[in-house]
Every structure is written in C-alpha cells, then in structure tokens.
C-alpha cells in the first residue's frame, strides 16, 4: 500500500468531517476551512503523521492555481449581471483588494520589526 | 459528411473533451508563462480567456463545461484542507507572530468591507452590490454563505473573489514592491488576506513561510469577515 494512497484518505476523511460539523453548525463556516483546522490539530498533537500526507500536500497545494479555472471562466455566464457597470464593479473590487495588502502588509511588517515577536 | 460532423459534435460536449480542455489549456499558459513572465501572461487569465473563446466559438454552454469540470470545483474546496500541512510546517515562525497576525488580519477584515461600502457610495452603487462585493477578499465557499446571509447577491459575490484572487496574483507582489513591504510573514499575510487562495497559491510561489502564513489567514479572514460583516452591517 502506498503512502500517497494513505495520505490520500486521511485528507479526504478529514474533509468529510469537516463538512458533517459545518452542516451540523448550519453552514456557518464551510468544511473545507474546518477541515483544515482539524488536520492542522491532529498534525500538532502528532495523531497524523507529517510524512504521511507530506507528498500529497506538496502536489496539491503546487497545483492549486489550475483549480481555480472553471470558475473564473464562470465570468462569461456572470459578467451580464453587472453588464452596466463591470468596470466601475471591477475597479471597485481591485481598489479595495489593492487596499487590503497595503494595510495588512504595512501593519504586519511594523508589527513584527516593533514587538520582534 | 454530416455523420462526421455530429461526431465531432459529440466529441467537442464529452466530459473528457473539457475537462482536458481546462488542464490542457492551462499548463500551455503555464509553459508560456515560464517562457515570457509578463503580469499578464497569468496561467489563470490565459487558459480562461482562451476556454471562454473557445466555448463561445463552439456554442457550449457554460453550465455544460462546469459539469464536465465538476471533480475539479471539488478538488478546489479540498485544496483547503492540505494549508494546515503548511502551517503545521511554518509553526514555530507563526507563534512568533501569533498577536500581530491576529490584529493584522483583524484589521485586514475591517479594511476590506469598510473600503467596499465607502467605494460603492462613491460609485452610486444599489445596496445588494455592495452587498455581493463586501466578502470579496473571503475564500469562495464562505464569501457565498456569507452574501447570501447578509442580502447580497452571491453570483456577483463569486465574480467579485475571483477578480480579488486573480488581481492579487497578479499584482500583489508588485504593490508590495513599491510599498517596501518585505518581510516575508506580511507579505504571505497579505496576499492570503486581500486574496485569499489565489493569493496564497502566489504566496507559496515566494516561499514556505509566506505560503504557509497565507494558509492561514485565508482561515483567520474568513472567520473575521464573517464576524465583521453583519456588525458594520449595523452600524452603518
């Protein structure tokens, strides 16, 4: 049996898991982020092996951009409901996103110069 | 003649044709990429346009590509779930940072919605569009239950992530250039805060640590947005 296979299953069971408390919780937070969570504790209190989900993780997360390409070829079907003002829409959402890594990025990197912790 | 046209027909609808098309398309856009690495040669942008093109020229519907792509929508909310392997990884230079992370992403939250409300104002927007764009810096599967709850319009809501996601992808890195911002745990922070995943998949392009502490601030932002969101919602 492989270790990818293995690695394979724990992450699916724990998605699974996440999903069972996100729909008992009434969707509040979705069970992949949940998910995550509870992978991560299990990693800290050793009950998942690092080395067990280590290749899995590593092809996954260096393959995630091509996942998002469905549903940014979804923009062809959406983009006639703002058909109006797409581009004051869209200016709107990079302004503010641009905004975001300004502040956090500046917060953060004072931060931590400041406490150095 | 016609028997080979309907074929082809058939060919061009299959689930396999598509979902070829969508991994296909991408790593070429990948190879070009690497070949010319300009802004806008983003993988994402290139096979997107590319497939958009292609289904319009070929009169597929959108809802037809998206069943055929469905495992990789479903690869997409899994791909959340291996971050906190990288997180795991990164521990100890996140408990460093534990309290400024907290408050940097706290603050992020806060930011991302109030620069909407005011932007929208601006704009002359209906209040169910600035709805749709507040949870737009929040990984997709929270930013829709999100919209939804607070009266947005969650289509809108999903086209206002991506355009967040790709432009932080995109640009990110250069607006922290100019901004001097350096350091390596901001810089994940930031992208995984504005950008969420797309942004991390950036982030873990620079590095372990600024993929890593973007793993989790796209948790850390989805639990502040959602917490945030109805408050100002109140407020204001």
Known sequence: ?117 | MEKIVTFVEQILHSHIFLLTLTVGLYYAAQLLHRRFSYMIFNPIIVSSLLIIIFLRTMNIEYAEYFEANAIINFLLSLSVVPLSYLMHKNMNRIKEHKVSILISTFVGSIVGVLSIVVLARLCGFEEAISLSLQPKSVTTPIALSVSASIGGIPPITALAVVIAGIFGNVAGAWIMKVCRITDPVARGLALGSASHAVGTARALEMGAIEGAIGGAAIGLMGLFTAIVLPVIGAVI
């Open chain 1, 1 to 117: 049996m492989s270790r990818e296979l293995k690695g394979i299953a724990i992450i699916l069971g724990v998605y699974l898991v996440g999903e069972i408390l996100s729909r008992l919780i009434g969707g509040f937070m979705p069970g992949s982020i949940l998910g995550m969570i509870l992978l991560f504790v299990l990693l800290q209190y050793g009950v998942v092996a690092e080395e067990d989900i280590k290749g899995v993780c590593n092809f996954m997360l260096s393959n995630m951009m091509l996942l998002f390409v469905p549903v940014t070829v979804g923009i062809m079907v959406n983009y006639t409901l703002i058909a109006e003002d797409w581009i004051a829409i869209s200016l709107c959402v990079v302004a503010s996103t641009a905004i975001v890594i300004i502040i956090v990025g500046l917060l953060q990197q004072t931060l931590s110069r400041l406490w150095k912790k």
